[in-house]
């Protein structure tokens, strides 16, 4: 078997697709997670558990942007939700970091959008029979407006984020008044908590609101499902199948580094130096691992690009497919050691 353009031995092909399986396996558990996660974040109208409900009975747009620019209000969005009865309109404003939700295509309001009146908007996939073009550009009519729509919100999944709508909060204040319910949201609980401080100069907190996750509309304490009271079950069931194929991997390795006798006993023949041996034996074993990688990544794009399953993000990937191929460096380069170091393969010259 040829492995961009070398020739690799049997050991080295299982520890190709066996390496693959393990990617792919890992990264597919990893997006389960994310929708499993998205679909709890839908109950909850995708607000964080630490989302801070507020409500604006007399202050004016200008008084609030006046707190959203403070220096101090940052790394958070505000929503002002309920906009329109018929469909999740929202006027939204966010500053500095912040986890943004997939999208089917297309991009996320700007900063400067979201705090400017531009009519622009981002929209859930079932609004895209709606949009029509004019001008060359594709456009929406929200709150009998008409909005430039930059980007599609969506994913694999059907979710509440399909009904959504999200403009401006300048635009969205202006059309429907700035008086409502407010959300206050953000990456951490800390920012969060600060941001609703600062904005409780011109709200007031709405308690009315803090349960909206536990309990339904008429005051009844949600029944949770299945998988949600056994959700440490299905995790443990998760770590066991990627703990197998991590295992058939390394075993995979290991059955590759023994194959390596060969080469090792040429090499030192040959007067070559353990560590000189072994960085030959490495770039064997990156050709295999990185042949993986490209592989496993077009397997799952393909998923994705076809929303067959989530997107995950690169802060979830990275960790999971850097622990894996260090375990696996590790299993090899013991191996490989231990033959190198051993005393049944000859010293001599050939």
């Known amino acids: 078997m040829k492995l961009l353009g070398h020739k690799i031995s049997k050991s080295g092909a299982l520890l190709f697709f066996n390496m693959v399986l393990v990617f792919v396996s890992a990264l597919l558990v990893l997006s389960n997670i994310r ?41 958070g ?12 309109t929202r006027g939204i404003y966010y500053k500095g970091e912040i986890r943004k939700l997939p999208l089917i295509s297309g991009r996320y309001l700007t900063e400067e959008e ?21 001008d060359g550009k594709s456009c929406i009519d929200i709150l009998g407006q008409k909005f430039e729509v930059v980007g599609i919100l969506g994913s694999a999944q059907a979710t509440r984020l399909d009904s959504m709508k999200w403009i401006p909060l300048s635009a969205a ?94 090499e030192k023949m040959l007067g070559f130096s353990g560590g000189e041996i072994l960085l030959s034996l490495f770039g064997r074993y990156f050709r295999i691992a990185f042949a993986a990688l490209g592989v496993s990544a077009a397997v799952i794009g393909a ?21 894996i191929l260090a375990g696996e460096l590790a299993v090899i380069t013991a191996g490989l050691a231990a033959r190198i170091g051993s005393r049944k393969i000859s010293l001599k010259r050939g």
């Open 35 to 75: 929708a499993r996660n998205e679909l709890e974040e839908s109950r909850r109208g995708f607000y964080s558990e630490n989302a801070y409900y507020l409500d604006n009975e007399e202050g004016t747009l200008e008084e609030i942007f006046a707190i959203l620019k403070k220096e101090e209000w940052k790394d």
């Open 114 to 134: 979201t705090a400017g009146r531009e009519r622009k908007a981002m929209v859930g996939q079932r609004y895209e029979k709606d949009i029509y073009q004019e």
């Open 173 to 266: 204040a202006e059309l429907a008044g700035p008086e409502g319910e407010y959300v206050a949201d953000g990456r951490t609980e800390a920012s969060i908590e600060n941001n609703a401080e600062l904005l409780k100069a011109v709200m007031v907190t709405d308690p009315s609101m803090q349960t909206v996750s536990v309990f339904t509309d008429t005051g009844e304490e949600k029944a949770f499902s299945f998988p949600e009271r056994n959700r440490n079950v299905v995790e443990k069931i998760y770590a066991a199948i990627v703990f197998s194929f991590v295992l058939n991997m390394l075993l995979a390795g290991s059955t590759w580094s023994r194959s390596r006798n060969q080469q090792i006993q040429a």
């Open 303 to 323: 998923m994705i690009l076809s929303h067959v399953i989530t997107a995950v993000g690169w802060e979830e990937v990275l960790p999971a497919v850097g622990a």
């Open 77 to 88: 969005i505000l929503y002002l939700q309920n906009l329109d009865m018929e469909s999740d």
